[in-house]
């Protein structure tokens, strides 16, 4: 079992920064992929940032603004937002696609934290 729990979010000015965190737990063997997602009201889920086999890649909307990192020895995943705009606001979701120590590949979903732009 792996459980992913996010923190950082907030209320921000634009302009200004936030920096997410996804704490996970459990046992993984391997990580395929970890990335984040957000939904922002009215709007589908979409991919924001992700790290596949050491590659990072992003959505337009925010590269240049969001950096993405994960520290394997806390076991977290980081989301760095600069410049944050209005229309960054919305529920920012990490995700994994993982294989266990039980040799089973799945993903994982944390609750999900978040973020509002608005001055």
């Known amino acids: 079992q792996v459980q992913l729990v996010e923190s950082g979010g907030g209320l921000v000015q634009p302009g200004g920064s936030l920096r997410l965190s996804c704490a996970a737990s459990?046992?993984?063997?391997?990580?395929?992929?970890a990335g984040w997602y957000r939904q922002a009201p009215g709007k589908e889920r979409e991919l924001v940032a992700q790290?596949?086999?050491?590659?990072?890649n992003y959505a337009d909307s925010v590269k240049g603004r969001f950096t993405i990192s994960r520290d394997r020895g806390k076991n977290t995943m980081y989301l760095q937002m600069n410049s944050l705009k209005p229309e960054d606001t919305a529920v920012y979701f990490c995700?994994?696609?993982?294989?266990?120590?039980?040799?089973?590949?799945?993903?994982?979903w944390g609750q999900g934290t978040q973020v509002t732009v608005s001055s």
């Open positions: 459990g046992t993984i063997f391997n990580i395929h992929v």
């Open positions: 790290i596949v086999s050491s590659s990072t």
């Open positions: 995700y994994v696609d993982v294989t266990t120590g039980w040799n089973q590949r799945a993903n994982y």
